[in-house]
């Protein structure tokens, strides 16, 4: 593998853990102001510092980011529809790879949407985007993206999208936990990270995740909603860390969050 692509890739998944924890705050492209990152700076800063990297566009990281953050930079790089449009799988490449190097990210994230009526022009764009990575040094992230049919995600899915992903040249993958995902994870030759989805019910259910997530091969998560639509985001990160870097069990990670919680309420 190219010096630069591993370099990168370094500062993405810590070679320290083989893992990785990625804040997904990229919402904004399709579902504008989501709730409780309508101001995404006051979202972000407190989150960053417990964040291995971070994926959002360009244009949340120009107006909304300390240049002098140390965390990596995931850039969300496809995109062209909304929630209210047509057909969310109708994405195109919005941001070129010269403005990517501009931006000094450590990778480029594309949504494929594998099945849909735009799985042929999605799938070209990650292979577009994958040869410009490659000419650059810059890793990709191919995003298993479902719409609005979550109930697609079963592990035949899923796998099915992760291997498509990876013979395409993606560097890692962004997929959802499933049951049998050790299923999705043995066909897939590159790096998995889970996405969190819609917020769960509580918190200890998206601890769940992560832990069995990481229990079955993925390298770490790339979570956003479960994280900062908590009403308490950093301790929350927190706990994930403690479950993707120091193998943490949902227990041990369930005891930092109220841990936390309490000394924020005594202080
Ligand atoms: C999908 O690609 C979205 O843009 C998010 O990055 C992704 O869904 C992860 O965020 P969440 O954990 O909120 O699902």
């Not at 993405?12 to 102001?33: Q, R």
């Not at 800063?45 to 971070?54: I, Q, R």
Request: glycine content about 8%; charged content about 20%; some cysteine.
């Amino acid at each position: 593998m190219d010096w630069g692509i591993k370099n990168r890739l370094a500062r993405i998944i810590k070679p320290e853990t083989g893992h990785t924890v990625m804040l997904a705050v990229d919402h904004g492209y399709f579902l504008g102001p989501t709730s409780r990152l309508e101001e995404p700076h006051k979202t972000i800063a407190p989150l960053l510092p417990h964040a291995d990297a971070v994926m959002l566009t360009r244009g949340i990281l120009r107006a909304e980011v300390s240049p002098h953050t140390q965390t990596a930079i995931v850039l969300r790089v496809s995109g062209g529809s909304s929630i209210v449009g047509e057909n969310l799988a109708n994405e195109g490449i919005t941001t070129s790879m010269e403005d990517a190097v501009r931006l000094n990210v450590a990778g480029v994230a594309l949504s494929i949407f594998v099945g849909t009526k735009y799985e042929h022009q999605t799938l070209l764009n990650l292979a577009h985007l994958v040869d410009k990575g490659e000419e650059y040094g810059i890793p990709v992230l191919a995003v298993t993206a479902v719409g609005k049919e979550l109930e697609k995600r079963d592990a035949t899915y899923l796998a099915l999208c992760c291997r498509i992903a990876a013979e395409i040249g993606a560097r890692f993958v962004k997929t959802y936990y499933c049951e049998n995902f050790e299923k999705v994870v043995k066909g897939c030759p590159v790096p998995i990270v889970i996405a969190g989805g819609p917020k769960l019910a509580t918190e200890a259910d998206a601890l769940e995740i992560a832990h069995n997530a990481i229990q079955e091969g993925a390298v770490g998560v790339d979570m956003g909603r479960n994280i900062w639509q908590s009403d308490h985001p950093v301790a929350m990160i927190k706990a994930i860390r403690a479950i993707v870097h120091e193998n943490a069990s949902i227990k041990e990670a369930l005891d930092i969050l109220n841990g936390l919680k309490a000394d924020k309420v005594k202080a």
